[in-house]
């Protein structure tokens, strides 16, 4: 079970055994907000992953993560939720021990059988409101992939934790273990046209460690289905895995990153612009940026730019210029922020494809100019077409990333890591799509004689 920031504590809410005809079912959902999560509704003071503790008809529910929802049965009648935001719990039982930084919010609900409903926190306004379903399916497409539900179960005075430890709700004494504490949650339902990819073997038997690093925070934007550009397979699934062996490899909490699929031009902004915001006033932080998707070059200038969702490549308005995201975060308080680019710039799709039809060869994008403390790690070389692994339904870049992290747990050098993924990667480019692709590491002046002993944990 992965580790989430607070550990979750599902309370038990009623006695008895009832059956599911007799019960009402309420959905409880905390989606991610970077702008109130920066603090900004705390007129500018430092708090960042504030939690969310919440009471359910005087039941501790515990701390609510974001980008997770839950699934509880209850009797008819009224049902209160009472929530309050705190800087800091320092027992995992005892969750009277936090510092309010809030007034409590709460919501009632005169719940009746066989019905559902739905709250969402409000993360800016300080509330639980009741939405409906579509407004709620609405928040999970936009938080995708929620990771977990939690669903309470019905045992008299006892609750579960996140691990599965069944406890004495008055003396917080450890009963039994067992699982059922949580359930994973089945994923939210897919875009129209994405299929169903098989797994691989690094979309499983992903190595979990017992490191902590909290300080690390990721973007992830994975771009796979483009409404005006040929599709970018298997981006999806270099997102979401990637994400795992982050948070299960490298420790990093699920609160410190930002998985956006399908990331418009107003999700780049908001992603980086959150980065930035980790970067200028989170001591000790540093970034590592993951891609995977469409790149191009400006024709023009041969400045190399991202392709959001809703780009065109003729188009450079529409898109998101690589030049300016070195620049934004290295020009941070941290300035330290590692990037994997599952991308090419030349103007060519992953299946060879050009994206813009006036072109006929694959066109060589400038070089762009690092500062700070920046590492780039990217797929190709300047004059190359990042290439899909088909049979591990991955970027042949990606995967080998992500194998790297699975045979090492994470405990690998950038060095290391540049050189297994300069073997491979060009290897398998020539057998598997007979094309050469040399993936390239980049630095900053700053990072020349030190990047190689740098690790990701």
Request: glycine fraction near 8%.
């Amino acid at each position: 079970m992965r580790n989430i920031f607070a550990s979750l504590l599902v309370i038990v809410l009623t006695l008895g055994s009832l059956s599911a005809q007799e019960m009402a079912t309420i959905y409880i959902l905390r989606p991610y907000n970077y702008g109130a999560a920066m603090g900004a509704v705390y007129g500018g003071k430092k708090y960042y992953m504030f939690k969310h503790l919440i009471d359910i008809d005087d039941h501790k529910f515990g701390a609510v993560p974001t980008m997770n929802y839950f699934k509880i049965d209850v009797e008819s009648g009224d049902h209160t939720f009472i929530g309050r935001v705190v800087k800091e719990l320092t027992e995992e039982i005892n969750l009277d021990n936090y510092q309010k930084q809030q007034p409590d919010y709460s919501i009632t609900i005169n719940a009746v059988a066989g019905e559902k409903y739905y709250l969402c926190i409000d993360e800016k306004k300080f509330e639980i409101a009741q939405i409906d379903k579509k407004a709620f399916e609405k928040e999970l497409k936009k938080t995708f992939p929620v990771q977990y539900a939690g669903f309470v179960s019905f045992k008299g005075g006892f609750f579960y934790t996140q691990e599965g430890k069944l406890i004495d709700e008055k003396t917080g004494k450890i009963i039994e273990d067992q699982t059922g504490g949580l359930e994973q949650l089945a994923q939210v339902p897919k875009a129209k046209n994405q299929r169903n990819i098989a797994k691989s073997d690094v979309d499983q038997n992903i190595p979990a460690t017992n490191i902590k690093n909290p300080n690390t925070f990721v973007l992830i934007i994975a771009n796979e289905e483009y409404k005006n550009e040929i599709n970018v397979e298997f981006a999806e699934n270099d997102g979401s895995t990637f994400k795992e062996y982050c948070v299960k490899t490298l420790g990093i909490p699920a609160e410190n990153i930002e998985l956006k699929p399908n990331a418009t031009i107003g999700d780049f902004y908001d992603g980086v612009d959150w980065l930035e915001n980790v970067l200028n006033y989170i001591d000790g932080s540093k970034a590592i940026v993951f891609y995977s998707g469409h790149g191009i070059n400006d024709e023009k200038t041969g400045d190399a730019y991202l392709i959001p969702v809703d780009g065109q490549a003729m188009i450079m308005a529409t898109c998101f210029s690589l030049n300016n995201l070195y620049k934004k975060l290295s020009s941070t308080k941290s300035g330290d922020v590692t990037y994997f680019m599952d991308a090419c710039f030349t103007g060519a799709g992953k299946d060879g494809t050009m994206l813009v039809a006036a072109r006929g060869v694959a066109r060589e994008p400038k070089k762009e100019t690092l500062s700070g403390k920046t590492i780039v790690f990217s797929a190709t070389n300047s004059d190359q077409t990042a290439m899909p692994y088909t049979e591990k339904s991955h970027g042949l870049f990606t995967y080998f990333l992500l194998k790297k992290l699975q045979e090492t747990q994470g405990n690998v050098t950038y060095k290391e890591l540049q050189d297994y993924l300069y073997i491979n990667v060009n290897k398998y480019a020539v057998m598997i799509n007979r094309k050469p692709q040399t993936p390239t590491v980049a630095t900053s002046p700053l990072m020349e004689s030190t990047w190689r002993e740098k690790k990701l944990r």
